[in-house]
């Protein structure tokens, strides 16, 4: 597959990609940075509890719904329109929220967020998978590692400051607001600054396969999002358990098309794709683990120790600053030792989870945010060998004219698992802290035992995939693979 756009004047794909992730790291600081301006939210418009959920909710659904047929319409229409068409409807979504007088525009506008955020976010990963040549790809995806991380991290601390400073007496509204000059950068640069792509227009859309995809995930997310809170009412149970009949039907639906020769929301070709299927079961349980994690830990250190959002900020530093550390290194490798690399990058983290559950449960009798330095640059390192040989490795096995769909549905699991491991986790933390004594640390010690367990998992799909790539084919001289 050639690159795109190599042949063209003045193109610059690195100028590109960093248009691409600035529209991408808003998205990852949106889904944070909210959470800080709860409290302020609630009693500026008088919110019921139930409103407060569906602020963070209605984003996260309506986000996880749309990846993956907003990737295959950026397959059809063109990716660069979509990622733009995106751009803007999640500015002006923003400009709604920041403008919000009542709880129901607000819940609304968000919802309309989450919509902008899946038009755009599959287009990043599938324009760099076809934008770059193979030796330069590495590098690109840790920078998009590097961003993915970075998003998560920041937005709580971007939060904190932006209400604090309460801008013009706007409050909590800058945390939307401040998404404007981005996003109309963002269009203009992007305009004359990403390639245009092609794109199938004769392809059709399967509209039935949307409905159906956007149900089970619906059926998943919401109860995941909302059983914990509620207790796990019957309802909630009523829809996880419909969720699979509802997928099977999804599945059965893209094979009846395939074999009539049409094109699939999710090609069959992909889900028979068995370094495809295990790349994106990776990915899910990587992301199930990370936004669980910082969710109890906020709360570990500000609620459990006292410190403030700063001081709690810069306990967690160490993170990003070794995932960009990681990046950096394994981006020097280029396309080779991919599985090798993810080995080596989960088994640090598995390491740095583990110092990092010692250490939060046996804390100093003084606690500062020097305590857990070790462990979280560990883990952040880890992670950071990990992303680009993980993003490599599953789109590696997708053609250019589904880089859409494959990259929408590789984000769409990615939301699932952090939506679950959002959900176990604080349930995790939550039933100790309540139920059997020990405290904060006790409770997190408790929570971190679900990334140890994702981790491990991850290792053991790796070793899978090994023992039956050593079956099906011989040992052979020369290079190494680097898939």
Known sequence: MTPIGT??????????????????????????????????????????????????AAYVLAFAAGLLPFGRFGDKFGRKRLFLWGIGLFTLASALCGFAQTMPMLIWSRALQGIGGAMMVPQVMAIMHVMFPPEQKARAFALAGVVASLGAVT??????????????????RPIFLVNLPVGIFVIGAGRRWIPAMSSDRRMRIDWPGIALFSLAVLLVVLPVIEGALLGWPWWCVAMLAAALPTAALFVWRQVRLARQGRAQLLPVALMRNGGFLSGVAMVML????????????????QTGFGLDPPQSGLATAPFPLGIMLGSYVTGRFGIRWLSLRMAVGVSIMLAGMIFLRHVAGHPPQVFTPATLIAPLALCGFGMGLTISPLFQSVLQSVPGHDAGAGSGAMQ??????????????????????????????????HALIYQICAFAAILAILAARGAIRGRAEPPRGGAVSGR
Not at 156 to 170: M, Q, R, V, Y
């Open 412 to 445: 769409a699991f990615q939301q699932v698992g952090a939506a679950t491991g959002i959900a176990v986790v604080s349930s995790l933390f939550f039933v100790r802290l309540h139920g059997q004594g020990g405290g904060y640390p006790a409770a997190m010690s």
């Open 155 to 172: 937005g709580p601390l971007l939060g904190g400051a932006l209400i604090t400073g309460d801008i013009a007496g706007l409050d909590w």
């Open 286 to 301: 990587h992301f199930s683990a990370i936004p669980g994690m910082f969710l109890v830990l906020a709360i570990y250190l």
């Open 7 to 56: 042949g063209d004047s003045g193109f610059n794909p690195w100028l590109a990609t960093v248009l691409l992730l600035l529209g991408n790291f808003m998205n990852l600081i949106d889904v944070s940075i909210v959470n800080v301006a709860l409290p302020s939210i609630q009693a500026d418009l008088h919110a019921t509890a139930a409103q407060i959920e569906w602020v963070s």
